[in-house]
Structure formats: C-alpha cells, structure tokens
C-alpha cells in the first residue's frame, strides 16, 4: 500500500463516511442512533489522531523519514473530532 493511500486516503474515507452518517434523514437511523454513531466515529477519529501524533513525534524526534506523512494523517482525523467540539449544536 502505498504512502499516500496509508496516510491520506484512509483518513478521508473515515471522515468522508463521518459526514455521511451525520448528512443522513432522522427518519432513516433515528435521531439518538445517528449521534451516537456519529459520535462513535469521531471518538474513534480522535483516539487514532492522537496515536497518529505520537508516532509521528516519535519519528521526528529519532530524525526518520516519513514522519509528516503521520502528522497529516492527524490534521486529517482531528476535523471529526473539531466538527463535534465546536460546530454541531
């Protein structure tokens, strides 16, 4: 597998499926389930950001290759976790 799809596509496939639970009709899953699925994934989105962070500090730190390709992928799983802190109401 590539970087690229490692790093970026994963990434934008959880968010991207995120906001398609979250864009759903009420009648469809029904209020509380749609937020708590919604919530579910972006727990999940954060605690792998945060895991995403330490790997790539951790690659920094011991100077490896690569390890902006991890700190991209946790820009990118922050926006779920960002989305429910700051703009759902």
Known sequence: MSREAKHI???LALIAIFFLVAATPVELLGCRNRGLIAVALALACGLTGIV???R???GKIRGRQGSEWWMASTLILAIPAAYIVF???
């Open 9 to 11: 596509v994963i990434p």
């Open 52 to 54: 995403t962070a330490i």
């Open 56 to 58: 790539g500090l951790a």
């Open 87 to 89: 703009l759902a109401r």
